[in-house]
Nanobody, 121 residues
């Protein structure tokens, strides 16, 4: 089995910073693109940022210049540094990864359980 476990959410005032981390564990052969999504109440889940195995990144327009995604391929982790947070960034943030498992030569999509980020005005 494969698990993604997020950490680092919490409550912060507008203008503050938070750093989210996600660690993948289990019978992993390789990890492709890793990403962070978020879902605010009564809204659809949306992509925040993604990073390929080679380090190429892209961001939602709403977070460009404020958020930075990074990964450590030796530790199977992905991080999201969030600066200049705004109340509209309030959401549950989910880690996502495309992972091949030992003995399965194709990618499966995995999700973490989500971590709450609340930005107060």
């Amino acid at each position: 089995q494969v698990q993604l476990v997020e950490s680092g959410g919490g409550l912060v005032q507008a203008g503050g910073s938070l750093r989210l981390s996600c660690a993948a564990s289990g019978s992993i052969f390789s990890i492709g693109t890793m990403a962070w999504y978020r879902q605010a109440p009564q809204k659809q889940r949306e992509l925040v940022a993604r990073i390929t195995s080679g380090g190429s990144t892209n961001y939602a327009d709403s977070v460009k210049g404020r958020f930075t995604i990074s990964r450590d391929n030796t530790r199977n982790t992905v991080n999201l540094q969030m600066n200049s947070l705004k109340p509209e960034d309030t959401a549950v943030y989910y880690c996502n990864a495309a992972i091949t498992r030992l003995g399965r030569p194709f990618y499966d999509d995995y999700w973490g359980q989500g971590t709450q980020v609340t930005v107060s005005s």
